[in-house]
Structure formats: structure tokens, C-alpha cells
DNA sequence: AAGGAGAAGTTCGCGGCACGAACCAAAGTA
DNA sequence: TACTTTGGTTCGTGCCGCGAACTTCTCCTT
């Protein structure tokens, strides 16, 4: 409604921006950008894999063969829990955990430099604002709006 | 500086967000997303392979690939200019200029829905400091910092 | 208790994506 | 005429994610 012609194209090159700084940063960990984002899922607590895939916006298949690759590196573990040994509950390793703060942490040091060439009172407003359109879901990445539920 | 410890998180899942429906709306062209973005590239002007790939931030087996993919669908194609025989130019077929088109009005329709639940002061602003934290790149998406020349 | 429906994950086969290394051909240069 | 550089391609590899089919377990109904 309030939107110009170009806002659209706007928004794909504000996520491909920082998608890229992204890339980079977790690149400098050895991750790629599904792993660290798994690992930021459950570097605090362990989670099951209908949850992450539900909140990583990924059907079965892809959450199997992401965690598969993750676990290959030791970085998370599978869990059976014992109310339902069907299901599988994934938790990070000392390794993982390690790895999993030290990258949080270079995201919040690093990632915001996209924003460096803002005056320090848009970028408060920008980060305000940013914060407002993710609707506050602090940890890991938003919920999709489409459950991939299969 | 001016940001508090969960505003890299907040840039991720903002991106995260976007992307997410960019993917959808260009699943409903039938496109992925690498090739939509190369697609608005090149459909209002022909471009060379090294052009496009430093826009795209690809290396020069990325860019083959992609554009093989692409004209393989019938919606890009390679030339030979004639002042250097061993360059490519890409441009774009009727059916891709046709279908970029689409996809980039569809884009600047539905893409803005994110912010949606912003008040309108508030969608206008964030439009507007997305803008300047994208520096007005406004065709195609932004350069990447690092040059990925090799 | 039996038996079927549904949920949780896995496996398989596929295709897209992108990299490094090696390569080829054309262009420029000594 | 050689040598170097540049623009792209090919090959092999690995990550990513899907749909379809399958197994196992839980739960609900009868």
C-alpha cells in the first residue's frame, strides 16, 4: 500500500546483503549457513526434529540429511527420548556448543556493519524497525508462515 | 555500536524472513531463485559472464552453470560479441523477458506483505532506511564487498 | 485385546547450486 | 613468434532440499 515500485526489489537486496555477510562470517567457523543456523537452534537446548524443521521451514527429508552432515562433523548427536522412541531428540556436543557461541557471537559483532553507514540514530531506528518486522522471535531464525508439515 | 547483542540474530532472521517469500513467490514462476535474480539482470539489458558474476557474487563455474540451467529452460541465451570472440554476452528470450517481467511486478506486489502488519508511518520508514542500508542499489542485487574475481 | 490410523524419522533418487582445479581459445604483448 | 593474461567451460566434489516410499512406534477405536 505505502510501498513505491522498487521497495520490493529493495527488500531482495537487503537479504541478499545480509545474507552475504552471513555466508562470510559463518564461513570463517567452517559453517555453512544451515548448519550454523541448526546449531544456533540448539546450542541451549536440546529439540526435536519436527520442532527444527518446523522452525527452520525444512520438510523431513532436508532435516535428516542437515542434521546427518552436522552430526558427521560432531558438532550435534542424535537422542532417543524415552517417552517416545520414535522420535529423535538432537542436542549439540561440547564442540558444537563451542563452536555454536563463538559464532552467535561474531554475528552480533559483525553482522551489523552492513548497517555502518547510517548515522547511529537511523540505525537505532533501523534496528528498532528490523526488530518490529521479524516480530520479535528472538531465538533462531522466524517461523515460516507456511508449516511444512508433510 | 549503537546495537545491543541480539541484533545480528534480528538481521538474520530478517533475511531469513524475506528470502523465504522471495522463494515462494518465485516458485509461482516457476523459478528458483538464482535464476530469477539472474533474470532481472538481464532483462532489460544483455550482460557479460564476468559482469554477472561479480554481481551475483558467483565464480566463474557458478555463472556457467546458472546460465547453463537457465538457457536450458529457454529463457536466457548466450551470444559472441563481436569485438572479442572469446567473451558471452546473456540476454534474455522473449519468453524470459516475459516471465522477468512478471516476476519482478509480482515481486514488488507481494514481497512488501512481510511488513504488513507495521503501521503505515512505520512501513514508510523502514522502507526508507532499507533503502539507504542498500545503498540505492536498485537493479538486481547488491555487489557483494568481495569481489569474487579469480 | 486387536487392529488400523496417524505421527516421527529414514532412505533413495533426483535436481539445483557453487566451488577449486584443470583446461582451452582468443587477445594482448614483448 | 613466443609468452602472458583474460574469458569461459568442463570435471569432480559436496551441500542442500524435495517427493515418494518405507519402517517403527504410539494412540485410538472397537
Same mark, same amino acid.
Given at each position: 500500500m505505502t510501498e513505491g515500485p522498487g521497495f520490493g526489489n529493495t527488500l531482495v537486496c537487503l537479504s541478499v546483503l545480509i545474507h552475504r555477510r552471513y555466508v562470510q562470517i559463518c564461513a570463517d567457523h567452517d559453517l555453512t549457513t544451515a548448519q550454523a543456523q541448526l546449531l544456533c537452534l540448539v546450542k541451549d537446548q536440546p529439540r526435536g526434529m519436527s520442532e527444527l524443521g518446523h522452525l527452520l521451514g525444512l520438510a523431513k527429508p532436508g532435516m535428516s540429511g542437515l542434521v546427518d552432515r552436522t552430526e558427521r562433523r560432531g558438532l550435534v548427536q542424535r537422542g532417543t527420548p524415552e517417552h517416545d522412541r520414535r522420535a529423535c531428540t538432537i542436542s549439540c556436543t561440547a564442540l558444537g556448543k563451542e563452536i555454536g557461541d563463538a559464532l552467535y557471537a561474531d554475528v552480533s559483532a559483525r553482522? *551489523?556493519?552492513?548497517?555502518?553507514?547510517?548515522?547511529p540514530a537511523d540505525q537505532r531506528l533501523f534496528q528498532e524497525l528490523a526488530g518490529m518486522v521479524t516480530g520479535?522471535?528472538?531465538?533462531? *531464525?522466524c517461523r515460516g508462515d507456511d508449516p511444512p508439515e508433510q
Open positions: 553482522l *551489523p556493519d552492513i548497517v555502518d553507514h547510517l548515522s520479535g522471535t528472538v531465538s533462531g *531464525p
